[in-house]
């Protein structure tokens, strides 16, 4: 069947433009994550989402980020006024349900360069 | 907090001898599990096993064996008869009871040569 989408697959931006990244879940899948892997920083966890709320927006980096759920479906995760710091490969993961018990997908990623 | 670590920043290997990638875990909570994933010149993350905390029976899966300890908190994950395809980054993980977020070590990159 068809795993996670993510679009773009490389993004690349001038320093201060907003961004939308992109993630469709495994189909039936309720639950949804963000992550990011960056040289300096390795793999590290952004947002969570059980349908269509977030209840954990702990790992986002700063107030310039923000991501939204809507149909328990589609992500989307903006990034505004761009860094250079920003720049990483983002990858979005589901699972069937939020817990332990549950591996999670992961998609093929957005790379994201910010110059 | 949680926190995995993975000593090995890179290892290589020669093809067909076995390699094994290591991993320490720290976590005060009592269920925890487990993941190994492999993460290919590609990019995409593959799984390639869960285990939970109350499980510490080894498993074997093809040329893939994994080892959990809890008295060293490892869980350490051997590829026997490596192969050049099995070169990639692997990352340990953990998922504790009060969190839903995976905790990734930073990865040990392994390089199969002939």
């Known amino acids: 069947g068809a795993g996670v989408s993510q679009s773009p697959s490389n993004k690349v931006t001038e320093k201060g433009k907003d961004v939308e990244l992109r993630c469709d879940p495994i189909s039936g899948h309720t639950a949804l994550y963000w992550y990011r892997q960056s040289l300096g920083q390795g793999l590290e966890f952004l947002i969570y989402f059980q349908g269509n709320s977030a209840p954990d927006k702990s790992g986002l980096p700063s107030d310039r980020f923000s991501a939204e759920r809507t149909g328990g479906s589609v992500s989307t995760l903006t990034i505004q006024r761009t860094q250079q710091e920003d720049s990483a490969v983002y990858l979005c993961?589901?699972?069937?349900?939020?817990?332990?018990?549950?591996?999670?997908?992961f998609g093929p990623g957005t790379r994201l360069t910010v110059t | 907090a949680q926190k995995v670590t993975q000593a090995q920043t890179e290892i290589s290997v020669v093809e067909k001898e076995d390699v094994t990638l290591d991993c320490v875990y720290e976590?005060?909570?009592?269920?925890?599990?487990l993941f190994w994933y492999k993460q290919p010149p590609s990019g995409e993350l593959v799984f390639l096993i869960r285990?939970?905390?109350?499980?510490?029976q080894n498993e074997i899966s093809g040329r893939y064996s994994w080892n959990f300890q809890k008295s060293t908190s490892s869980f350490n994950f051997t590829i026997t008869a490596s192969q050049v395809v099995d070169s990639a980054v692997y990352f340990c993980?953990?998922?504790?009871?009060?969190?839903?977020?995976?905790?990734f070590g930073t990865g040990t990159r392994l390089q199969v040569t002939l």
């Open positions: 993980a953990l998922l504790t009871g009060t969190a839903s977020k995976l905790t």
């Open positions: 976590t005060r909570d009592t269920t925890y599990y």
């Open positions: 285990r939970n905390s109350f499980d510490e």
């Open positions: 993961a589901s699972s069937t349900e939020i817990g332990q018990a549950y591996e999670q997908y």
